[in-house]
């Protein structure tokens, strides 16, 4: 007997030694990519995009590896795994819809409320500006009027 637990801890070894460096190669890859991305690609267009799908794809990857074997899934019967994975995947597509709605909520809020907009100024979050010019609302002469030293009189 002592045997047949000696194979089963090398084997477990061995699968969690498997599990570390496909994790860490997926992770290596991720940020070459990512690193390239930043340092190379600039501009928005097709391959930019395309990269990040691939960084999608392969955290996906990784998220799948550690729920097969990090939450033991893997060795589990069909009916236990989607149990636990629809939910997951309904949880996800609840925080994508409540950011899109939120966003949408924003946009027809800038769109049709005139006085949210001016309440949202940039000059409201430097602070309270009530009795005083903001330096971006004062023309230039107005600022020459507002010197203690121009105030007419001839001298």
């Known amino acids: 007997m002592a045997h047949t637990a000696h194979a089963d801890t090398n084997s477990g ?6 599990v570390t460096i496909i994790l860490s190669v997926l992770t290596l890859i991720e940020l070459a990519i990512g690193f390239g991305m930043y340092l190379w690609l600039k501009d ?3 391959l930019r995009h395309f990269l990040k799908g691939i ?3 392969l955290m996906l990857a990784k998220a799948f590896y550690i729920v097969s074997y990090f939450m033991h899934l893997g060795h589990e019967l069909r009916n236990m795994i989607m149990t636990i ?3 997951l ?3 996800i597509w609840f925080i994508i819809a409540f950011l899109y709605d939120g966003n949408s ?7 049709y409320d005139a006085g ?3 309440r949202t100024t940039e000059k409201t979050h430097q602070g309270s500006t009530e009795g005083k010019h903001d330096v971006k609302d004062v023309k230039p002469q107005e600022k020459s009027s507002e010197n203690p030293g121009s105030h007419g009189g001839g001298h």
């Open 55 to 57: 960084i999608i794809i």
């Open 13 to 18: 070894k061995k699968e969690i030694w498997r």
């Open 89 to 91: 995947g309904l949880f």
């Open 85 to 87: 994975v629809v939910p």
């Open 44 to 46: 928005e267009g097709f």
């Open 105 to 111: 909520f924003k946009e027809l809020r800038n769109t």
């Open 116 to 118: 949210y907009k001016e």
